[in-house]
């Protein structure tokens, strides 16, 4: 989990390329973002520099986005190399996620992912495993 302070610094090299956001913005963006780590943040204002098009401050979503990419891209930890006692700061051990999307004409609605941690993965992975199987019987 990133620090207010590490967090504020990120959107403050951020808004000298784009639009600045107001107190309360930047609360509400801390609070969407808070779950990844220093790391992945870092990465994603990068990438961000060099990917977004748009004069506008980036949204909430595209900033995960280009988190999500950085967190896949940085080696991904086996379940030997955390213990037992890993719990990922996204699901929270649980090994699936809801993201939050909002459409051009302004409708919300949630939709369940599997997390990208290694719970996640098993999951997923599982999961495939399970539509495949059931694929073949049913053909």
Not at 86 to 94: L, N, V, Y
Not at 108 to 123: A, D, L, N, T, Y
Request: a negative charge; proline letters at 3%.
């Amino acid at each position: 989990m990133i620090s207010i302070i590490k967090f504020q610094s990120l959107m403050k090299d951020m808004e000298m390329m784009y639009s600045p956001l107001s107190e309360g913005q930047m609360n509400i963006y801390y609070e969407r973002l808070k779950m990844f780590d220093d790391n992945a943040l870092e990465k994603a204002v990068k990438y961000l520099y060099d990917t977004h098009i748009y004069r506008r401050f980036p949204l909430i979503a595209e900033i995960r986005d280009a988190a999500f990419k950085a967190m896949g891209e940085m080696p991904e930890q086996t379940t030997e190399d955390v213990g037992d006692d890993f719990e990922c700061e996204i699901c929270h051990g649980i090994g699936k996620m809801v993201e939050e999307i909002t459409e051009k004409d302004g409708y919300f609605h949630s939709v369940e992912k599997f997390c990208i941690c290694p719970k996640g993965e098993r999951i997923k992975a599982i999961r495939k495993k399970w539509l495949q199987d059931k694929k073949k019987k049913w053909s």
